[in-house]
Each structure stands twice: as C-alpha cells, then as structure tokens.
Antibody
C-alpha cells in the first residue's frame, strides 16, 4: 500500500529551525515529483515547495524563499523540508504530497501524507 | 499568480440530492496539450485532502462515479449526484497550469441537512 508519513513537526521559537521528513513506501519514490503543502484555518491550502525526481529542479513559494530548503534522498525514499528563520506565520499543518506528473502528463496529486504540525511561537 | 474563486463557500444538501460547486479562474487553465490543468480535492473532517478529479473531468482511482467534473477556459464545476453522508467535508479546486505557484480555491464546505 502506498504511504507518505511525515515527521519532525513541533513547537519552535521565532527564528528557530525545524527539519521535516516524509518517508515514502509502497511505490518507487524516485519516479515521482514531490511537493510540500501547508494548511492553516486562515489561508487554507498553500503550496510551499516542489522537487523533481532527481532533486535538480526546485521551486518555492515566495514567502519561504531563502528560508526553506526542499530535498530528497531517493536511496532512502525520503523527502525533506529544512525550515530556517521560522516565523509565526509559518505555523501550519505541513503535508507531503506525491505529484503524479510523469512523462509530460499530469494526473493530479494522488497521495497525501497525514500531515505534521509546526507551531512557531514564543 | 492565478486566483481561483469558489462558490458557494458552504452548502447543505439533503442525502440523495445533487450538489454543484463552482471554481472560477482568473486566467484560462488551458494547456498546450488541450487539457485544462484543474483538479478537485476533498478534505473529510480530520483527514488529509484526497484527489477526486484531475484535468477537469477525470476521476481518481476509487472515486465513485457520483462525482463528475466539467468546464473549460476559466469556469469549472464539480457535481456530486446523489449526495451521501460520506461526502461531507471541504472541497478545493487547484490549478496546476501556471506554476509556480500552484494555487487553490478557498474551499467549499459541504454539510448534510
């Protein structure tokens, strides 16, 4: 069965850092683009970052550029999100998402993790 | 950035009746392939979002045929026929044409009367 399991969330003070991990199982991780999406009651679902299959094509939402880094380890089937200089407005549930884009065809974001909660507060 | 506007933001439906949710885009979502890059997701209470419909009208694996998507250009609709209790949740449209960034609608909350 296909699974994405996030970990690494928690409470951190403003200016602090966290590293989120997303362990993939049940599919060939290296064949898929991956995304991070966050959710808050006020802003709803917001795309955060994406990475292609080999980690060479990466993009971020403007609000996290220079602070967050997405990466992947295909040997470990794991996606990461290094979050530095955290701010209170980074408080959210963070989801790891499988992007079914393959062979120039798009089939939606078909697998979502259960989410991990990040709280930035003093 | 492309802005997606959903309506209504909430609706209450009697089981067995149908429901429709609109998603309007600030720009055409037509890709050079001829497909429109518009998806629908459902977030049931306490759960993560799940893919319902991709490329306007294609149901994801395991999605009942009660769910259908339609539209083109900038106007899209998700229709749920014969609403059931398990359909309760928040429905989101998302565009994947002009990225980054991917953008979502505000969400539409479906409740059962």
């Amino acid at each position: 069965e296909v699974h994405l399991v996030e970990s690494g969330g928690g409470l951190v003070q403003p200016g602090g850092s966290l590293r989120l991990s997303c362990a993939a199982s049940g599919f060939t991780f290296s064949r898929y683009w991956m995304q991070w999406v966050r959710q808050t009651p006020r802003k709803g679902l917001v795309w955060v970052a994406r990475v292609n299959t080999d980690g060479t094509y990466i993009h971020y939402v403007d609000s996290v550029k220079g602070r967050f880094t997405i990466s992947r380890d295909n040997a470990k089937s794991t996606l990461y999100l290094q979050m530095n200089s955290l701010r209170p407005d980074d408080t959210a549930i963070y989801y790891c998402v499988r992007d079914s884009y393959m062979d120039s065809k798009f089939y939606g974001w078909d697998v979502w993790g259960q989410g991990t909660t990040v709280t930035v507060s003093s | 950035d492309i802005v997606l506007t959903q309506s209504p933001l909430s609706l209450a439906v009697t089981p067995g009746e149908s429901a429709s949710i609109s998603c309007m885009s600030s720009q055409s979502l037509l890709h050079s392939t001829g497909n429109h890059y518009l998806d629908w997701y459902l977030q049931r209470p306490g759960q993560s979002p799940q893919l319902l419909i991709y490329l306007v009208s294609n149901r994801a694996s395991g999605v009942p045929d009660r769910f259908s998507g339609s539209g083109s250009g900038t106007d899209f609709t998700l229709t749920i026929s014969r609403v059931e209790a398990e359909d309760v949740g928040v429905y989101y449209c998302m565009q994947a044409l002009q990225t980054p960034p991917y953008t979502f609608g505000q969400g539409t909350k479906l409740e059962i009367k």
